[in-house]
């Protein structure tokens, strides 16, 4: 063993020096920035396609943000331009004053801009965490001499919106690119062709601010800057389970604030399954009067038209899944009838995890049953989803088994019922002006036919990629070994004392936890020609619900599901040296993004300890080779 | 394959019916209840020792409790009795109101019986996600008729208190066993030794009362209902790691509220480490000055004093550790004279992680330092602790390589040091009238004598527990295998893309994660001989810090430390049946417990998904083995 003193201390200082924070999250795909300090006054001048942005209801002047006295937890509601209320409020105020069609772009963008100045004004933070010990006046400005102000932000859509402003788009049909420059004398100005654009680039504005630890300035220390940003992939999402545990509105609004602040694009709630289906369905009331666990515990369908609109005006699409024809028990409680393999036991014979329960295969009984769901909700979804899942995942063959009209397990005596069940599910979601999205399962392991405008979810892995993209269909990953983020908690499972020694210590499936260095090394697109890696739209990251809930929800999503969120908008080579990121340039700008994201009421988990993030370079905790 | 039509469910249904919900946790030693609901009223007569327990600074008579209006969260601070304040507010009410010295039992008590019924009557639940979906109505009474009332509370301490009554005591000196009993005609008698086992007694009592659905009642359908209790071991305790991710206060705190719940015992402070030195002394403000991450990441005399205190009012005993002559790399901030390898590089060499850092083993200025620091600290916290922990986990000998006046890591030339430098200190703190607590480390791997008063923690499993006792040493159990709870989330390391092949999927030293179901099946006794497990005084789960922070924490910590803590208070072995405590006996009552928690603001994780806890006998969601 050799012990030589180290210049490490020396070293990480200079690079401390040069590269203090490297701030955006995710990595625009270009970004020059400077050295002077710039701040943020509550009377900047901002505008949208030339005319002024009032942000107040009763007044055209922009008023000092002054949060509630009885703020609640760590962060209180806070500033919101437009509006005094907290989020879940606001956008309830929101639904009540403006019908969705009449919503114009500058409507949208002042919301966006009242916002961010908000993010910047009453939900930002110091960043001691971020600067060596003792070291934060090193890295602000003197708020005492020289001030030098921000004067202007210039918005500019080049493109007009449609008549509908929120158009629910496909992925790749609406331009999410934005240009932001500031420059050293204080002039800003953003760019974009859409207005979601605009809402990436506001995004990205606040991520430029701090607050100073003298409490009443905010600034940002990198003017001048430059970035031209667009994302990699179109599709950029979060699979949020809320059948197996419910989860409030209030808690999806929040979730889509964090998907806001880290651009991901697309919330795909899971909404029913055989556990529980909190869905209202206004002509079939019955359904989730029996199906879910409580009757506190059902969405409304203002509660859908919210969690719609409040992403919407973020610019995340929010679309939905009833999952069939397998994870659909939950049915059997008002609909018996329609229903095999209910809560059959042992499970195992039967489906993945208990309750069991799929839809009869060849019972025009079902195929009413969906003609009234799908008439009654899907109408109300389309003014803000492009999208509906139909599921198809883990489909047990041994279910026909129990239905009096199959009596079989035989794939080819299934195959052709499930294509049929498919092809007329499909078509009527088509009629709707939907897109269908399926599992991987439907085409892969059964072999059925989709269309090629479907879009088919994988969660099994590259193979599963390759081999749907080679034969022509369009693909959202969802690597379970990378993106499931519920994974390596431990079974939710009770097992008896007999299975002690053959389950200790009680594992789940898909064990271990994918820390975010694992989230953060994985490419959708690993080892696909180009042909094939222009079908992946993107990916999701999932949240299934067995193990957690509305108390654990934002420690299991963030900072992880930003994580993927830079592999999806940024991609996982870095073109300015053309390999892999590193985790030693993504830690601490994640840190950063973690202090944001709480600042603004998601509580993420942390990145590493304080210790580690009180070194810029991330060096300090980075794992040495001997 | 065999397909048999299951009479699955109506076995369950008739579990159901005889054993709705099992009430207690840690269960008690010996537990008979009936199926009599009574109600509690507001006008309950409560007695201490026959005297009337007054409820009110303003009253004579318990007044109805009234939420605030603008509660925070899901659960607001609510109802205390004597208080109108949050728990950490009126912890420091009473900081400032009484002396630690002037406390009577009475006082404590009162202040007992006013958080218990706090906690019946406005933390409370209604326990619809305990019972089967739409039959909460089959378990609760109808409160429309036939209401008995609940008349009296009966306390008894058998045992006079010290003069002073916050005396803390070592393990095992201070009888923690307690009587409760509620006749069907609605007298309830608790009887203990010490007002320790009295606020046991009052924590279980809180156990046997819902919330009815109806909002303005609350009952217990256990009536009548006979406990006789005591705990198995008597140190049952949770370290938390407070050095390398600083917890506020008022964290500390919550964590003490779900002890108390809990019924665990000890909070061992691991309040210094090589990454930040957050403890102020006040003989030596340098320290915590140029040694903690932030001067608001500190304690001061008063926090720790409001810590031990708030602790002490709940039968939890605080106690600290200063870990050395490793993890002190901190003071090498404001003396770097005494400290050998701070943040040495490669890290490996020097230590288990960095920033490595250790005393110089031969230095008088390091016991000049020592000296002064016990002087300053000692004395402020014997009013509350019987314990003083000294670390000594994972020295590693190249440390004193570096160190100018010995440049060996010869184990014969550093043990002779390390003896005299453990027997200096321990000496110093046994004058101070605390016992000493040591890592294994220190007598198993470097051979050092210590005291058969020291008590050893062990954490590197049951041959370090096998080898301590056989030894005649005192030992609390950590096994790091079972009880670190912060293990299993990932690497909290940078790795560079070069070492990303060796070290993916980026998991940590410690993984997997402990799921509750695991931390359930430890027994720190088992393979022990009767003598050898005598002295094995109990076990704590560690919540190191360098990958969880003040939002995850709660959710890390529960229910799991309770899970541990049923292992330590009931034993591992039912005595009903001779065998291991089953995951289905446990898993409904872990629910109920959780729900609890999470009411009274203990941000607990779930046990299950609903669809498990809807299942009052655990059998939905049990592993069939096929």
Chains 1, 2 share one sequence.
Not at 55 to 62: E, M, P, Q, R
Not at 399 to 411: A, C, F, R, V, Y
């Amino acid at each position: 063993m050799v012990f030589t003193p180290s210049l490490r201390l020396l070293a990480v200082s200079l690079v401390a020096l040069l590269d203090p924070v490297s701030a955006i999250w995710p990595a625009p795909q270009s970004f020059t920035k400077g050295n002077s300090s710039l701040y943020l006054h509550q009377n900047l001048k901002i505008t949208y396609n030339g005319e002024p942005v009032r942000l107040s209801t009763s007044s055209s002047s922009f008023s000092f943000p002054h949060p509630p006295n009885n703020v609640c937890g760590p962060v209180g509601p806070g500033y919101e331009g437009l509006f005094t209320k907290t989020p879940a409020q606001q956008q309830l105020a929101y639904t009540a004053d403006y019908p969705a069609s009449s919503l114009s772009s500058k409507e949208i963008v002042t919301a966006g801009v009242s916002r961010a100045l908000g993010s910047i004004f009453s939900k930002n933070f110091v960043p001691w965490m971020l600067q060596p010990r003792g070291k934060l006046s090193q890295f602000e400005p003197d708020v005492y001499k020289g001030q030098k102000w921000i004067k202007s932000l210039e918005i500019v859509q080049t493109t007009k919106d449609a008549n509908t402003t929120i158009k629910p788009a496909l992925a790749g049909e609406v331009s999410e690119e934005y240009n932001l420059t500031l420059s050293a004398e204080g002039d800003a100005k953003l760019t974009a062709d859409s207005y979601i654009g605009v809402l990436h680039g506001l995004e990205t504005f606040t991520q430029l601010f701090f607050q100073h630890s003298t409490g009443t300035s905010w600034y940002t220390p990198y003017a001048p800057v430059e970035i031209k940003d667009k994302p990699k992939f179109p599709h950029r999402g979060i699979l949020l389970d809320v059948a197996r545990t419910f989860m409030p509105v209030k808690n999806i609004l929040r979730t889509i604030d964090g998907m806001a602040a880290s651009k991901l694009n697309r919330l795909h709630v899971h909404v029913t399954d055989s556990q529980s289906w909190p869905l209202q369905i206004i002509s079939m009331p019955e359904v989730a009067e029996k199906g879910a666990y409580h009757p506190t515990q059902t969405y409304s369908p203002a509660d859908i038209e919210n969690i719609q609109k409040y992403g919407a005006l973020r610019g995340v699409q929010v679309y939905f899944e009833i999952d069939m024809p397998g994870h659909i028990g939950s049915v059997s409680l008002s609909h018996p009838d329609i229903i095999v393999a209910y809560n059959e036991w042992p499970y195992q014979w039967y489906c993945a995890e208990p309750p069991c329960g799929a839809f009869k295969l060849n019972d025009t009984k079902v195929d009413d049953f969906l003609g009234k769901l799908w008439d009654d909700l899907l109408p109300r979804v389309t003014p803000y989803s492009a999208y509906f899942h139909t599921g198809g995942d883990e489909l047990n063959r041994n279910d026909s088994m129990l239905d009096e009209g199959i009596k079989s397990n035989d794939t080819e005596v299934l195959r052709p019922l499930l294509q049929k069940f498919v092809d007329k599910q499909h078509e009527r979601i088509r009629k709707q002006g939907l897109t269908p999205l399926t599992w991987e399962e439907i085409p892969l392991e059964w072999n059925v036919d989709v269309g090629k405008d479907v879009v088919v979810q994988t969660w099994l892995g590259p193979d599963s990629v390759k081999n749907l993209t080679s034969k022509g269909h369009k693909v959202i990953d969802s690597n379970y070994n990378f993106w499931y983020l519920d994974c390596g908690r431990g079974q939710w499972l009770n097992f008896d004392n007999a299975a002690y020694a053959a389950f200790s210590p009680f594992l789940d499936w898909c064990n271990p936890y994918k820390g975010w260095r694992h989230v953060y090394s994985h490419d959708p697109v690993a080892n696909l020609t180009e042909e094939e890696a222009k079908l992946v739209l993107g990916g999701e990251v999932a949240v299934w619900a067995e193990s957690i809930d509305p108390i654990t929800l934002d420690t299991i999503i963030w900072p992880r599901a930003s994580v993927a969120g830079e592999v999806l908008w940024s991609g996982r080579i870095d073109p300015a040296t053309g390999q892999n990121r590193t985790q030693l340039d993504a830690a601490p700008r994640l840190s950063e993004l973690r202090e944001r994201l709480v600042a603004r009421g998601v509580q993420s988990s942390s990145v590493y300890m304080t210790w580690c993030t009180q070194d810029p370079t991330g060096k300090s905790c980075e794992y040495p080779l001997v």
